[in-house]
């Protein structure tokens, strides 16, 4: 299969796209909005969820492969964390494929 770098992605993530790798077809801008969900606990500052107070996951910046692969072992049920089971059980292939890419540009503010 050969790199694809072009396209629709390469528009909305122009600034970084020279390091996503290829085979994520996720757009960026539709990640954002299914992002919005996710936003009360992971997109807060430091991290800190601010009751209960515990931490979650810095998200942005990771590369789509690993967002991706997360939310399906969520989806699968091979992560058990059950809030985080119940928020990947309703994404879709596509969802987690735009929030991934989303994710990957967006590398500090969530929500903004
Ligand atoms: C109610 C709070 C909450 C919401 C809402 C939430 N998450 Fe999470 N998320 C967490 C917590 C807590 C963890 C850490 C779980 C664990 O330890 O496995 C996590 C883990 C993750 C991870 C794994 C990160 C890693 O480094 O392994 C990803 C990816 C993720 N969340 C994406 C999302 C997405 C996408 C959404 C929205 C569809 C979302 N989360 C909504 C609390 C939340």
Redesign the pocket.
């Known amino acids: 299969m050969k790199f694809v770098r072009g396209g629709l992605f390469a528009l909305t993530a122009a600034s970084f796209c020279a390091v996503v790798p290829a085979h994520a077809d996720g757009n960026a801008a539709a990640g954002k909005t299914k ?1 919005y ?2 936003v ?3 997109g807060i500052p430091n991290y800190n ?1 601010a009751y209960p107070a ?1 931490r ?2 810095k ?1 942005g910046g ?1 590369h789509p492969e690993y ?1 991706a692969a ?2 399906n072992e969520y989806k699968s049920g091979d ?1 058990s ?1 059950p ?2 089971r119940a ?2 059980s309703t ?1 879709s292939d596509q969802d987690i494929a735009d ?1 991934a890419a989303y994710l990957a540009v967006a590398p500090e503010k969530k929500g903004d």
Do not use: D, S, W
């Open positions: 992002f969900t996710c009360g606990c992971h969820n515990y979650v996951p998200l990771q967002i997360a939310l992560r964390h809030t985080m928020q990947a994404l929030i």
